[in-house]
């Protein structure tokens, strides 16, 4: 059994900072990327930022300059530093791990319960 358990997102201010983790726990071998995504009401989830094993990160264009991923690989956790935050990053934000299971063949995606996060005065 593998579980991604995220942190309490919550109500922030325009131009306020949140930070949110991530962590990965159960019967893991080994996990290769990880990342966030998010999902607004009325429209489709989309890629926040993702980083790999070995810390290449890639970030969706409306947060570039304002969000940071990082990532402890020892406490197979992610961090989203999210900076700069405006109304429209209002939504739910879910982890996301590709892994491979102890006694599993191939790496699988996992995903977080979600997360949300409101920026508003």
């Known amino acids: 059994q593998v579980q991604l358990v995220e942190s309490r997102g919550g109500l922030v201010q325009p131009g306020g900072s949140l930070r949110l983790s991530c962590a990965a726990s159960g019967s893991i071998f080994s996990i290769n990327a990880m990342g966030w995504y998010r999902q607004a009401p009325g429209k489709q989830r989309e890629l926040v930022a993702a980083?790999?094993?070995?810390?290449?990160?890639n970030y969706g264009d409306s947060v570039k300059g304002r969000f940071t991923i990082s990532r402890d690989n020892a406490k197979n956790t992610v961090y989203l530093q999210m900076d700069s935050l405006k109304p429209e990053d209002t939504a739910a934000y879910y982890c996301n791990a590709d892994l491979l299971r102890r006694g599993s063949g191939r790496f699988e995606e996992y995903w977080g319960q979600g997360t949300q996060v409101t920026v508003s005065s």
């Open positions: 980083i790999g094993r070995g810390g290449s990160t």
